[in-house]
Nanobody
Framework: QVQLVESGGGSAQAGGSLRLTCELS????????MAWFRQAPGKEREGVAG?????DTFYDDSVKGRFTISRDRNTVHLQMDSLKPEDSGMYFC?????????????????WGQGTQVTVSS
């Protein structure tokens, strides 16, 4: 069983930066994906970035070139630069057995409690 705890987040001005961290405990599995999703009020949860166990990374088009996902053993970071107001929302760390699938949050088996990101214009 996997447990995930997020930290970081908060408020930033447009154009600013924030860094999110996710600590994983438990059995990651041999083939897995660690990903970040976000959800704004009244909207569907959407995939932001993912990283697989060998380091392959994946990004939603809306954050390419601005966000960077990285991993150090059981810690996953999401560096968010050039933030925009539309990046605001609750950000969740997640774990999935198998390859990353940013377009299907329902296939992820573990979730953190979420951390709020608010970007003002």
């Amino acid at each position: 069983q996997v447990q995930l705890v997020e930290s970081g987040g908060g408020s930033a001005q447009a154009g600013g930066s924030l860094r999110l961290t996710c600590e994983l405990s438990g059995d990651r599995g041999n083939l897995y994906c660690m990903a970040w999703f976000r959800q704004a009020p009244g909207k569907e949860r959407e995939g932001v970035a993912g990283i697989e166990q060998y380091g392959d990374t994946f990004y939603d088009d809306s954050v390419k070139g601005r966000f960077t996902i990285s991993r150090d053993r059981n810690t996953v970071h999401l560096q968010m630069d050039s933030l925009k107001p539309e990046d605001s929302g609750m950000y969740f760390c997640s774990h999935r057995i198998g390859f990353c699938k940013l377009n299907d949050w329902r296939t992820y088996n573990a979730w953190g409690q979420g951390t709020q990101v608010t970007v003002s214009s």
